[in-house]
């Protein structure tokens, strides 16, 4: 069996996400004790220096080797009283467990094409866009595989290039020469020794970074930093939560909003269409499987005070298989 998702949840059943599926199945209603849990999520934490107590109930790492688990895979934890249980005294001593499983090697761009997340034009053409030092923003919901994709496009940036990846957990695996993994942490329960996203893309800036890779934008000040650092000369990617192209730009606009750098609507939605070349958007399709489904290019000014996006491919999902078509040639992604 493929797994992508391991869970335990506060009632201490065991639910697995199979690859390709968009739910969780069922394995076992009890398979260990709360005390049992507890000792492996120790055992996974321990080569880390990492632990979970009362004062510290949370933590989200990625795991090691010795976890005999695919490398890089991420762990999320939160134990009881911050974990409740949903079924009796007995279900709040389990912990809530998530282990997020990924590839070693990141999915090699032909993949995609086989398993119809998109089609061979369009994975050139991103190619082509990767090639030409523009800017991506990937957008989509949970578990639609915004990650994988940056992973792959990550493939067609050009071996002299110095690419630093910025990530809350390090998943991200490359194979260019000059390459720099960065990951954030989160304060101490004393409040201190935070190195946030946003400290990250500052400190990226002073090791000669061509490309500045962002695994998600989830806070404001991340969101201002990243958009200022690609209209000085530094190429990016990075992904967002969004379910279409224009709600991921309004969603970038918040996040600049909420930075407290960027308190005009106006100046955001330029800086937004400067830094940004392109979106593209990934959703499930209604059989359930994930497909690129927009394509769109950023125009470099704005149309009536708005973002102007403009559309170059397009899913239809008129057919039972999927198809995609192109709707314009691009303007500022090909020259």
């Not at 979970?52 to 795991?63: K, N």
């Not at 308190?263 to 979106?279: M, Q, R, S």
Request: glycine share 6%.
């Amino acid at each position: 069996m493929d797994l992508t998702e391991i869970i335990v949840n506060p009632d201490g059943r065991l639910w697995v996400m199979e690859q390709g599926k968009t739910h969780f199945t069922l394995l076992e209603e009890n398979s260990f004790t709360p005390a049992q849990l507890m000792d492996v999520i120790d055992k996974i934490l321990a080569p880390l220096g990492r632990r979970v107590t009362e004062a510290e109930p949370i933590a989200s790492c990625r795991l090691p080797r010795s976890a005999r688990l695919p490398a890089g895979a991420r762990v999320h934890v939160v134990i009881p009283p911050i974990a409740v249980g949903t079924t009796g005294a007995q279900a709040a001593e389990y912990p809530a467990l998530n282990i997020r499983l990924f590839e070693e090697q990141p999915v090699v761009p032909e993949q995609l094409v086989e398993w119809g997340a998109l089609n061979e034009e369009m994975l050139e053409f991103l190619a082509s866009v990767v090639r030409n030092h523009n800017s991506i923003v990937i957008a989509g919901g949970t578990g639609t595989g915004k990650t994988t994709m940056l992973g792959t496009l990550l493939t067609y940036i050009p071996p002299e290039d110095r690419v630093v990846t910025i990530e809350d957990t390090a998943e991200l695996r490359l194979t260019v020469p000059h390459w720099v993994s960065l990951e954030s942490r989160p304060p101490s329960v004393e409040g201190k020794y935070e190195m946030s996203m946003a400290d990250l893309i500052n400190a990226s800036l002073r090791m000669t970074p061509t490309w500045i890779i962002v695994g998600e934008i989830r806070t404001g000040l991340a969101c201002a930093q990243l958009l200022q650092t690609q209209i000085s000369g530094h190429s990016g990617m990075s992904t967002i939560h969004a379910e279409t192209p224009r709600k991921a730009v309004q969603t970038l606009v918040l996040r600049g909003l909420q930075s407290g750098q960027l308190p005009k609507v106006a100046a955001i939605k330029t800086l937004i269409a400067l830094a940004v070349d392109c979106f593209v958007q990934i959703q499930y399709d209604r059989q359930g499987a994930r497909r690129v489904t927009h394509i769109s290019e950023v125009d470099e000014e704005l149309r009536g005070g708005e973002v102007h996006l403009r559309e170059i491919f397009r899913l239809r999902e008129d057919s039972g298989e999927p198809a995609w078509e192109k709707i314009e040639e691009p303007q500022r992604l090909a020259r």
